[in-house]
């Protein structure tokens, strides 16, 4: 693992890609990246299972239902996967594997921003909730962790698994750079955002779903749809600040659905988390700027291949 300064390092002309877009972008790099390709796939490959899934109700977490759901679910990272062997040179394939698997990208500072932000955020949307009327949790799913500590690990591989891994597999490892060569950081993490949150929408549907008992078109569902628009920008903040790491967007995506398993939030304090990460990006994008939303110009991409 590497400190914090070698993060800082500027990168040599040869092994860089910009990312303040065109046209200082990459040639190369802005041809294969597509983002707009990879929409129509995924949101027509996960669509394609989703609709007949929701029209049948077919309980998602039950045979067969189960099975269109988690088809629908493999939309994203298959997306990214086929249009990287379909447009991507050799180099670009090696690339984004490393961002994948590369611990070192990311500095013991930024370790601790991916893993301690969202639950902290939550934290203090569950204090001001409880200021705001709403009764004290049971905390239930952090006492059967405390009664039952082995079971911990694998329900957070799982959590893994099935979410973040395959999401952020295409969301900020494929798409995020294409639409960063086209605009600028804040921009690009909006239009994000806006996809990914629209993504979502078949499972405010789905009957035994999460976003099914926030129901649609509700206060909920428009604090959902807002707050993974505005957390997008968080994202992209951390991942041009760590090498472009998907592995980083892969563990915050973690912390944000592990920490909101562990601290529920009451009918009032369930709005303070996206209100509380919309001021985190206001400092963000006043201290680094909404041109990169990095100290850096550049980001590091593969070598000199």
């Given at each position: 693992?590497?400190?914090?300064?070698?993060?800082?390092?500027?990168?040599s002309e040869?092994?860089?890609?910009?990312?303040?877009?065109?046209?200082?972008?990459?040639?190369?790099?802005?041809?294969?990246?597509?983002?707009?390709?990879?929409?129509?796939?995924?949101?027509?490959?996960?669509?394609?299972?989703?609709?007949?899934?929701?029209?049948?109700?077919?309980?998602?977490?039950?045979?067969?239902?189960?099975?269109?759901?988690?088809?629908?679910?493999?939309?994203?990272?298959?997306?990214?996967?086929?249009?990287?062997?379909?447009?991507?040179?050799?180099?670009?394939?090696?690339?984004?594997?490393?961002?994948?698997?590369?611990?070192?990208?990311?500095?013991?500072?930024?370790?601790?921003?991916?893993?301690?932000?969202?639950?902290?955020?939550?934290?203090?949307?569950?204090?001001?909730?409880?200021?705001?009327?709403?009764?004290?949790?049971?905390?239930?799913?952090?006492?059967?962790?405390?009664?039952?500590?082995?079971?911990?690990?694998?329900?957070?591989?799982?959590?893994?698994?099935?979410?973040?891994?395959?999401?952020?597999?295409?969301?900020?490892?494929?798409?995020?750079?294409?639409?960063?060569?086209?605009?600028?950081?804040?921009?690009?993490?909006?239009?994000?955002?806006?996809?990914?949150?629209?993504?979502?929408?078949?499972?405010?549907?789905?009957?035994?779903?999460?976003?099914?008992?926030?129901?649609?078109?509700?206060?909920?569902?428009?604090?959902?749809?807002?707050?993974?628009?505005?957390?997008?920008?968080?994202?992209t903040w951390?991942?041009?600040?760590?090498?472009?790491?998907?592995?980083?967007?892969?563990?915050?995506?973690?912390?944000?659905?592990?920490?909101?398993?562990?601290?529920?939030?009451?009918?009032?304090?369930r709005f303070?988390?996206?209100?509380?990460?919309?001021?985190?990006?206001?400092?963000?994008?006043?201290?680094?700027?909404?041109?990169?939303?990095?100290?850096?110009?550049?980001?590091?991409?593969?070598?000199?291949?």
């Open positions: 693992m590497t400190n914090d300064s070698a993060d800082d390092e500027p990168a040869t092994s860089t890609i910009s990312l303040v877009a065109s046209p200082d972008v990459d040639p190369e790099f802005f041809e294969y990246s597509n983002p707009w390709q990879f929409f129509a796939i995924a949101f027509g490959v996960s669509y394609l299972f989703w609709i007949p899934l929701v029209v049948l109700e077919y309980d998602p977490f039950a045979l067969p239902g189960v099975i269109l759901f988690a088809a629908g679910g493999l939309g994203v990272p298959g997306a990214a996967i086929f249009l990287l062997f379909w447009d991507a040179e050799g180099k670009h394939r090696r690339d984004y594997w490393r961002r994948l698997v590369d611990v070192r990208r990311i500095g013991l500072r930024w370790y601790a921003v991916i893993l301690l932000l969202v639950p902290v955020l939550n934290g203090l949307a569950l204090l001001l909730g409880v200021l705001a009327g709403d009764a004290v949790p049971a905390f239930e799913r952090a006492a059967e962790f405390a009664a039952d500590p082995v079971s911990l690990l694998p329900y957070a591989v799982f959590m893994v698994i099935f979410g973040p891994l395959p999401e952020e597999l295409g969301w900020r490892g494929y798409a995020l750079d294409g639409l960063q060569a086209r605009w600028n950081a804040l921009w690009a993490s909006l239009i994000l955002g806006f996809f990914w949150a629209v993504w979502h929408v078949p499972m405010f549907v789905m009957v035994g779903t999460y976003q099914a008992e926030l129901g649609v078109l509700t206060l909920p569902f428009w604090e959902f749809m807002f707050g993974a628009t505005v957390v997008s920008v968080l994202y951390i991942y041009n600040n760590t090498g472009r790491s998907i592995l980083g967007a892969v563990l915050f995506h973690f912390s944000g659905n592990f920490s909101g398993e562990l601290v529920p939030h009451g009918p009032v304090g303070f988390p996206a209100v509380l990460a919309l001021l985190v990006v206001v400092v963000v994008v006043s201290v680094y700027g909404p041109k990169t939303l990095s100290r850096r110009a550049r980001v590091q991409s593969s070598g000199t291949e």
